[in-house]
């Protein structure tokens, strides 16, 4: 039975997908937890539209994420750290610390790329993963807390 994937079904397909799927799992599973829906030419015809619109917006989705990727690309963002007497810095600046400064001052939820806490007082490059494929990079800075 052909059917039209209402949502993403592991092992079977993405949404608005069109598969090719026995009666059994259709009837018994598929259609009473309204996963799918049954592929008549009207509903095929309907499908096209949707996924044009579908890949419309996830275009425009993309290019204002590729937007905000130059605004922040090398924007500084700046943490004081405490220091000890030999300048070692007291704690460390995670991606958890550098996610929550990226949500306080832009607004911004990016998954932070880094391999380890910053525990030196200096400035750092740190790769963000804004979604859609696209990365940027900004600079940490660690200076003293005076």
Not at 19 to 24: E, L, P, Q, R, T
Not at 30 to 45: C, D, Y
Not at 69 to 80: I, M, V, Y
Request: hydrophobic content about 35%; aromatic content about 4%; proline content about 2%.
């Amino acid at each position: 039975m052909k059917v039209i994937l209402l949502e993403d079904i592991k092992n079977l397909g993405k949404k608005l997908d069109v598969k090719n799927v026995s009666d059994g799992y259709v009837r018994n599973f598929l259609l009473p937890k309204k996963l799918v829906k049954i592929a008549t030419k009207e509903a095929i015809k309907g499908l096209e539209s949707q996924k044009a619109k579908l890949e419309q917006q996830e275009q425009e989705l993309k290019s204002k994420t590729e937007k905000l990727a130059k605004d922040l690309n090398n924007q500084e963002f700046k943490f004081k750290v405490k220091i000890g007497k030999k300048e070692e810095v007291f704690g460390s600046i995670g991606k958890e610390d550098i996610k929550k400064a990226l949500i306080d001052e832009k607004g911004i939820d990016a998954k932070v790329l880094l391999e380890k806490p910053l525990k030196t007082l200096g400035e750092y490059q740190v790769e963000i993963n804004l979604g859609k494929g696209v990365k940027t990079k900004i600079n940490i800075i660690l200076h003293s807390q005076p």
